[in-house]
């Protein structure tokens, strides 16, 4: 069964210091990765993505991502946290075939950057 | 630019009584909408999808009903809802004509049935 894990319920790291969310997926084929941020009681909002090409991403708010296929891993990074960066993020794959583009997300990471 | 909006924001409602949520588009054309329930702010589970007018594919036996009216119209609906139908109901988008792989997220609606 095709699927996204987020080990980690909740991460906390002190405001400053580098953040890592992690991710690992189980997909057949060559998947697309996305990364979303989700804030108390709005949408989720689109943060990165990888498709194709290098293996680090950029997106919005200074994160990161590096796709690595041998570990199946699309781990969340960010070098300095931000106290406001304290939201719900999710890890999501579609496979490469996925029909109507239906995307297959992770349980959500809460992070917590403490001042 | 591409927007979406999902109205109401917040609902009450008792149970037993209907449901309707409406999510429209702006800005794309032939769109692929998606429903989804999250529930305690957690994951996100699939509703319904759609890829076409009148083409409405459901992922999980439930109370609800989703139709799509309108190329950029996307409607759930309930004739009697239950209390397990509580939580944050979101629309999604995406366009592969346009190149798009990911799904742009509507703001949400809070349903609360008591």
Known sequence: ?115 | SQTIHQWPATLVQPVGSPLSLECTVEGTSNPNLYWYRQAAGRGLQLLFYSVGIGQISSEVPQNLSASRPQDRQFILSSKKLLLSDSGFYLCAWTNLAGQYNEQFFGPGTRLTVL
Not at chain 1, 3 to 11: F, G
Not at chain 1, 32 to 55: E, S
Not at chain 1, 91 to 96: H, M, N
């Open chain 1, 1 to 115: 069964a095709q699927s996204v894990a987020q080990p980690e319920d909740q991460v906390n790291v002190a405001e400053g210091n580098p953040l890592t969310v992690k991710c690992t997926y189980s997909v057949s084929g060559n998947p697309y990765l996305f990364w979303y941020v989700q804030y108390p009681n709005r949408g989720l909002q689109f943060l990165l993505k990888y498709i194709t090409g290098d293996n680090l991403v950029k997106g919005s708010y200074g994160f990161e991502a590096e796709f690595n296929k041998s570990q199946t891993s699309f781990h969340l990074k960010k070098p300095s946290a931000l106290v406001s960066d304290s939201a719900l993020y999710f890890c999501a794959v579609r496979p490469s075939y996925s029909s109507a583009s239906k995307i297959i997300f992770g349980s959500g990471t809460r992070l917590s950057i403490r001042p």
